[in-house]
Nanobody
Framework: QVQLVESGGGLVQAGGSLILSCAAS????????MGWYRQAPGKQRELVAG???????RYADSAKGRFTISRDNNKNTVYLQMNSLKPEDTAVYYC??????????????WGQGTQVTVSS
């Protein structure tokens, strides 16, 4: 079982920045991809960004150019640097961990979620 501990959410004004971090522990030997999803009220959970342990990132269109995902393999930690935040980025952000199967990412472990609120 993989445990994910998130930190870094909060309240920020539009145009501001936040950094989310997520540390993985437990049965992480099979984990080779981690990412961040978000879910706004009344909306489906969506992938914001993910990165493989080989360093290949993937971003939602809404995140490209504003968000940067990175990872520290030694610490089993992934970071999401969010810049130029917009009110529409307001959501609960969930860390996820899983495995890759070719180009498919299969996330099987989830964090508790951290609230990000962007005020206008």
């Amino acid at each position: 079982q993989v445990q994910l501990v998130e930190s870094g959410g909060g309240l920020v004004q539009a145009g501001g920045s936040l950094i989310l971090s997520c540390a993985a522990s437990g049965d992480i030997f099979s984990v080779n991809v981690m990412g961040w999803y978000r879910q706004a009220p009344g909306k489906q959970r969506e992938l914001v960004a993910g990165i493989t342990w080989g360093g290949n990132p993937r971003y939602a269109d809404s995140a490209k150019g504003r968000f940067t995902i990175s990872r520290d393999n030694n610490k089993n930690t992934v970071y999401l640097q969010m810049n130029s935040l917009k009110p529409e980025d307001t959501a609960v952000y969930y860390c996820a961990a899983g495995e890759t199967f070719g180009s498919r990412w299969d996330f099987s472990s989830w964090g508790q979620g951290t609230q990000v609120t962007v005020s206008s």
